[in-house]
């Protein structure tokens, strides 16, 4: 007997606590789905606003049409008359409203393609874009400076200017998308982020040594510069005169930067798609039309 009653008060704690964690699992529910009263669907809803313009608190409440017996959303009561109640919402309609400040933003896919169309039209037909005729006299002047920048053809150009910080910071904070500083112009630059500029390229020497002559001769000769690009036929866009390794930003050159060499329609972002590549400049493999097929196949 003592044994079954020392058994007893454990007993009696796990059903209570087994109860209590039966009341919390059922307000959890409870509170879930009914965390808000949705007036539209509530007899409750009369009374209340009954009561709220009893007590003066709010003039602007919304009241349920009793003629048309059709209830309209009640708002939350509020102190004052000049604040603005936004209805709560309950926790199951939370995650599909659009509360955000783009909430009423409704774009519909007639408007995009309206858009879209409007774009497509204003890349040649934009009254505010200027004119840009090309100097051929700049053009061979421009050519002289970069080819005197550089060791040859491809080669990456020197640093034209003193330098006080040889980190990559410093020189990405001008070059990284181009800026003009003064009469200068630090054009972008032509190729992705790479860490080390002057692994390639080579800074101005010290003041006390900048009239030394530091030339090595060398028998090397480069590929001559190109001045002009071959056309396909008159007024084809012209074939792309040079590589295009490290040179994947084509507005580094062409985008103005460079009086001469800069293009007039710019804002055309995917150049590849009227310029065809070089096969001789991309180092690919070039076969001359003149010759016989059958005689290449059998080795003749």
Known sequence: MNRVGSHLPHRTVAVI???????????????????VPRHDDEPAATALL?????????????????????????SSLVA?????????????????????????????????????????????????????TPNPTDKLRSLATRASRRAFNGAPPVIPHAIEQTNDAACYACHGHGAKIGERVANRMSHGFLVNCLQCHGAPPPTPFADVNTAVSSSFVGLPAPVSAPR?????????????????????????????????????????????????????????????????????
Request: glycine share 8%; hydrophobic share 35%.
């Open 17 to 35: 606590a087994c109860g209590v964690i039966g009341l919390a699992i059922v307000g959890l529910i409870v509170g879930v789905n009914n965390g």
């Open 50 to 74: 009954d009561e709220a313009t009893a007590d003066g608190l709010s003039s602007d409440v919304q009241r349920v049409d009793h003629a048309a017996n059709t209830p309209r959303p009640a």
């Open 80 to 132: 004052s008359h000049t604040e603005t109640v936004i209805p709560a919402a309950s926790y199951a309609e939370m995650r599909r409203l659009e509360t955000g400040p783009t909430s009423q933003w409704k774009p519909s896919l007639e408007q995009l393609h309206l858009e879209s169309d409007f774009q497509r039209c204003i890349t040649c037909h934009n009254p505010h874009t200027a004119e840009i």
């Open 232 to 300: 396909a036929f008159p007024d084809a866009p012209p074939v792309v005169p040079h590589s295009t390794w490290m040179r994947e930003q084509c507005l580094s050159c062409h985008g103005g930067a460079w009086p001469g060499l800069e293009v007039t329609h710019r804002w055309r972002a995917n150049c590849q798609q009227c310029h065809a590549l070089s096969a001789s400049s991309e180092q690919g493999v070039t076969v001359d039309s003149s010759i016989n097929r059958h005689s290449l196949a059998v080795g003749k």
